[in-house]
């Protein structure tokens, strides 16, 4: 369980003062596309087999909003949409295609420290091989893979998971674990506190920290299926019991740990992994206070790489109150604060966004807070963000314990529908507009000549079958628009590529049938 009770008394004295922002954001301006580019789409009529080849984003274009977003070579915009998988057990082939047939584009692959080098100096290979093999499988069905450097409460030394235990030090504090599920409050163990404090100021661990990420980095470098990395997961400054009860000491304290210590360490990363890899993309987290919706203090960051900066941004998305296992107050306004406080950072630093956790324990007839939760979050998310991995890739027959799928086949949770809608993974146009609402998915842009085919994926779980519409001035525009058969769990494609001239704007819309 993610229960974070330890928090809820703390932060909900926390008053966000960022405002609300719009919950659109239409594309304003593209890069020039390649010369000849090809759209690479079959004209044949009926309906192909399913089929999305997740185009790699090489750069990003400003919306009117001000939000950097992921776009290929050509100039289509990307939207990528996901769940973790791999935190627990390793993970399958069966795994991977089940999140191919229900539609997804994006694994969060959470690794650890301690399994890729579990003794100092020998490195599993076992284990990336295995790590090479979820990239194999997930380029198989058009996925992306988000490698993220997983820990929860530091490591193995204290029960968890992450960082190895030989680079582990406390100060000969003993530790024991907390009773109760509240596992999040053994952050504040002082022997915890003290194993954070050592990683980020010895200078020993640090440089093994960075031969590890450069080894990893090196054998993956240039593989089709790898997106980037997530360099640190959850990242938290030095706060003890104590600062539970002193909300504000907690949001300096993070604050401080923002501009001193996690910004050093990103930078040490970052010129590790780019000392042998230079096309990844290079994703950092801020404090996991942020992710309840604080406000950061990250600097910005540079990228040694030749050409455009590859670095991007990926917070989490947790309601404290959901955390602790309630039912979400449709009321408490978080969705519209979270959003506020996260997106002025990365637009001011123009980094593109990837949401790398959300999500509720459970969503359905016994939480209807958290249906809409999932539905308000997910509608937010696309004003802003390139795309999320809701947390986490698991079955359950009643979507209990985090877990999306409601079978082994692919079959997405019905009490988060709200968020298995329809998504442009590539769009040749300039977006205005996007919207779902009662079966009905519209998104309406200005069309660019030259990009190739756009393509919309129908997730499991929205519809048996879509009718399609392309329409330009209030008409029936001339496209070729093929929908694919669906998957084993129901997910589709609908590729559309558009024939008729002038630069009117064109929306395509879908309706589940």
């Known amino acids: 369980m993610r229960v974070r009770s330890a928090l809820v008394a703390a932060l909900s004295g926390v008053a966000l003062t960022a405002g609300v922002v719009a919950t659109t954001a239409p594309v304003s301006a593209s890069p020039t596309a390649s010369a000849s580019a090809s759209t690479a789409f079959d004209l044949r009529s009926g309906h192909g087999a399913y089929r999305t080849r997740t185009a790699f984003p090489t750069q990003t274009v400003t919306d009117d909003a001000g939000n950097a977003v992921l776009a290929d070579r050509r100039g289509r915009t990307v939207q990528l949409r996901g769940t973790n998988l791999g935190k627990f057990d390793d993970i399958t082939r069966a795994d991977v295609r089940a999140m191919g047939a229900a539609g997804f584009t994006l694994l969060r692959l959470p690794i650890q420290w301690s399994k890729v080098e579990p003794t100092q100096g020998h490195y599993d290979?076992?284990?990336?091989?295995?790590?090479?093999?979820?990239?194999?499988?997930?380029?198989?069905?058009?996925?992306?893979?988000?490698?993220?450097?997983?820990?929860?409460?530091?490591?193995?030394?204290?029960?968890?998971?992450?960082?190895?235990?030989?680079?582990?030090?406390?100060?000969?504090?003993?530790?024991?674990?907390?009773?109760?599920?509240?596992?999040?409050?053994?952050?504040?163990?002082?022997?915890?506190?003290?194993?954070?404090?050592?990683?980020?100021?010895?200078?020993?661990?640090?440089?093994?920290?960075?031969?590890?990420?450069?080894?990893?980095?090196?054998?993956?470098?240039?593989?089709?299926?790898?997106?980037?990395?997530?360099?640190?997961?959850?990242?938290?400054?030095?706060?003890?019991?104590?600062?539970?009860?002193?909300?504000?000491?907690?949001?300096?304290?993070?604050?401080?740990?923002e501009t001193d210590e996690l910004p050093a360490m990103y930078d040490r990363l970052i010129s590790g992994i780019r000392s042998v890899d230079s096309r990844s993309w290079l994703f950092v987290e801020p404090t996991v206070l942020v992710g309840e919706g604080v406000p950061t203090a990250l600097p910005g960051f540079d990228d040694p790489r030749r050409g455009d900066d590859r670095i991007g941004y990926a917070p989490h998305a947790y309601s404290t109150a959901v955390e602790a296992g309630g039912d979400w107050d449709t009321s408490s306004g978080f969705v519209e604060a979270y959003e506020a406080a996260i997106t002025a950072y990365p637009r001011s630093e123009q980094m593109p966004v990837i949401v790398g956790e959300w999500g509720p324990i459970g969503a359905g007839a016994s939480y209807p807070g958290n249906v809409e939760l999932v539905e308000q979050q997910a509608r937010s998310f696309e004003s802003f963000a390139s795309g999320w991995a809701i947390w986490y890739g698991c079955v359950s027959p009643n979507g209990g314990a985090y877990c999306v799928f409601a079978d082994d086949e692919g079959r997405l949770d019905p009490g988060r529908a709200g968020a298995w809608t329809p998504y442009a993974v590539r769009l040749a146009g300039v977006r205005q507009t996007e919207s779902v609402a009662d079966g009905t998915y519209a998104v309406t842009f200005d069309p660019q000549r030259g990009l190739g085919a756009s393509q919309i994926v129908v997730p499991s779980g929205f519809g048996d079958d879509v009718a399609v519409t392309v329409e330009q001035k209030g008409r029936r525009a001339l496209a070729v628009t093929k929908v694919s058969r669906p998957t084993r769990a129901g997910a589709r494609t609908v590729d559309v590529v558009l024939l008729s001239r002038g630069d009117a704007p064109v929306t395509v819309t879908l309706r589940a049938r």
């Open 125 to 257: 290979k076992a284990y990336l091989k295995h790590v090479e093999s979820v990239l194999d499988w997930a380029d198989d069905e058009g996925i992306l893979v988000l490698v993220d450097w997983h820990q929860d409460v530091y490591g193995p030394a204290f029960g968890f998971n992450g960082i190895p235990e030989w680079a582990t030090r406390t100060d000969g504090i003993d530790f024991e674990r907390l009773p109760g599920d509240d596992w999040f409050a053994n952050y504040f163990h002082p022997a915890v506190q003290a194993a954070f404090k050592h990683l980020f100021s010895d200078t020993d661990l640090q440089q093994a920290q960075v031969r590890t990420w450069t080894h990893l980095a090196k054998r993956l470098s240039g593989h089709p299926a790898l997106l980037g990395y997530d360099l640190f997961n959850e990242p938290m400054g030095q706060m003890g019991f104590e600062d539970l009860d002193d909300p504000m000491a907690m949001v300096q304290k993070s604050a401080a740990f």
